[in-house]
């Protein structure tokens, strides 16, 4: 499987629950970003009693690259996830955020950022976890190897990007 066929996949994976949005962000060109928001709300007998309500919201930026990926190519993306964490906008009803990168790399990737991946951590409380918290979850699909790398937060929804044989 190559990397378009593999976007193609992702992209069909995503279409159910997920929204794509808008191609460019900022300086950075994306081949697909999406986002999925989510909540869940209680009730008391009548729905205008409301007990409880939570969002849990996902977004996804996927890049892909013809060459193989370097920790330089990863951080200008890194930076622009770190700034959209830093200025998200939280209510109460906030509880979590996913900011999730996903790069597609045709040539594989440098075996120290596949070091570097799987120790990278960033996480954002939102005033003092009361209005909730992201994480930011970063994939590398290696085409030529047929495997997926991710950092800790990228554990959870790693099924999303599999590759199919």
Known sequence: MDGQAYLQQIERRLERYFDKKDL???????????????????????????????KHDEYLFVKHFDGSVTKEDLQPYLEMLRSRMQSLQTTTEHMSSLFALLLICEQG?????????????????????????????????DIPKQEITCNKAGRKTIKYFELSK
């Open 109 to 141: 990737m440098d075996d120290e950022l596949k070091q570097e991946l799987s120790k990278f951590k960033y996480h954002k409380d939102y005033c003092f976890s009361l209005k909730g918290w992201s994480d930011l979850a970063v994939y590398v699909a």
């Open 24 to 54: 460019l962000q900022g300086a950075l060109h994306f081949d697909l970003v999406a986002e999925l928001h989510a909540s869940d709300e209680g009730y008391f007998l009548v729905h205008s009693i409301k007990t409880f309500s939570v």
